[in-house]
């Protein structure tokens, strides 16, 4: 795989807080790069009751995916916005 092939996976449940805050720190990384764009998320968009999060665009490829935050009693989630 070469540094410009762009892959994420989807984590359906963050390990720990720690996990979570090492991830943000990830993503404000690719931010920061320039790679990456942080955008506002769509209120309306919510599978599975969840709704809102922080929005992420991937600048080459378009794909946009949305971090879920891990508070008490929800492990958090990172996952491509589906438009179907």
Known sequence: MSKNDFFWEEIHAFGSLKEYKAFVKYLEGLVAGGSVEEIPADPNYGPGLLF???????KR????????QAEFRFPGRWEPVRRD
Request: proline content about 0%; overall charge positive.
């Open 52 to 58: 809102g999060g922080r929005w992420f665009r991937h």
């Open 61 to 68: 490829t378009g794909a946009i995916w949305r971090l879920l």
